[in-house]
């Protein structure tokens, strides 16, 4: 008899957490627990170019509004763990989202969580700068250093990366290129003043892309490509991503 009431009560068991699955699967929007104290710090950067400016949301709390393309948002502190993020139209219901995601936050992390692509199909390019733990943010090991990194977010698919030029009308990489909608490693570079431009394969550079650029010793960076395949629309967000 007991062992029937046993069997009886673990089946009971199954039926009830199996109903809460369902019950679970019902739910659109989920609102994760959230860990006190054990935080990550995540920068948010707008590369949707055909996309108005949005409201950014982290499970039931706006973070930031009014985010236009090209734009990005200082390190923000976020609660580490699976959270929630909607991107609004800006003043627009959260019923409104043209993208929700579920997505893990490393704990004691630097990322960057860039939307990218068009309005109708945005993608999520998310990159951990550097962990906070102490035994991991020491500096570059020559203070004569810096470090860049390039994050293609470009639209229509082309590789590209970042060079600088160099006596009479040559060019040498910082960064090789790379496919769209992928990112390289920290290259280390000289700390240096430089006349930066888009790189494309074998070594060209769209000479429109051309900009000015004092990379600090010590300074770990990103840099952003996004726009179309059009020289005049292509752009380089330039981001500081750790200092000495």
């Given at each position: 008899?007991?062992?029937?009431?046993?069997?009886?009560?673990?089946?009971?068991?199954?039926?009830?957490?199996?109903?809460?699955?369902m019950f679970n699967g019902c739910i659109d929007e989920p609102n994760p627990p959230v860990l006190d104290r054990i935080i990550s710090e995540v920068?948010?950067?707008?590369?949707?170019?055909?996309?108005?400016?949005?409201?950014?949301?982290?499970?039931?709390?706006?973070?930031?509004?009014?985010?236009?393309?090209?734009d990005n948002s200082d390190y923000l502190t976020i609660n580490s763990g699976n959270r929630f993020l909607r991107v609004v139209p800006a003043g627009a219901d959260t019923s409104q989202s043209v993208f929700r995601r579920?997505?893990?936050?490393?704990?004691?992390?630097?990322?960057?969580?860039?939307?990218?692509?068009?309005?109708?199909?945005?993608?999520?390019?998310?990159?951990q700068e550097r962990f906070t733990y102490a035994d991991e943010t020491t500096p570059l090991a020559d203070s004569s250093e810096a470090a860049l990194k390039v994050i293609n977010l470009n639209f229509d698919g082309i590789d590209y990366g970042i060079a600088k030029s160099v006596e009479?009308?040559?060019?040498?990489?910082l960064v090789d290129p790379v496919p769209a909608g992928w990112l390289s490693a920290y290259e280390i570079i000289p700390a240096q003043s430089a006349t930066c431009f888009i790189s494309r394969e074998g070594g060209t550079v769209i000479t429109a892309s051309q900009f000015d650029y004092d990379f600090q010793a010590g300074f770990r960076y990103s840099f952003i490509i996004v726009g179309t395949g059009e020289q005049e629309e292509l752009d380089v967000l330039r981001l500081t991503d750790d200092t000495p």
């Open positions: 008899m007991q062992q029937k009431l046993l069997r009886k009560a673990g089946l009971l068991v199954i039926v009830l957490l199996a109903s809460g699955a920068r948010f950067v707008h590369a949707v170019s055909d996309a108005p400016a949005v409201d950014i949301w982290v499970d039931d709390e706006k973070v930031l509004s009014g985010v236009s393309y090209k579920l997505v893990s936050v490393r704990s004691l992390t630097k990322i960057t969580m860039a939307f990218f692509q068009n309005v109708d199909d945005i993608e999520l390019m998310s990159t009479g009308n040559n060019f040498e990489s």
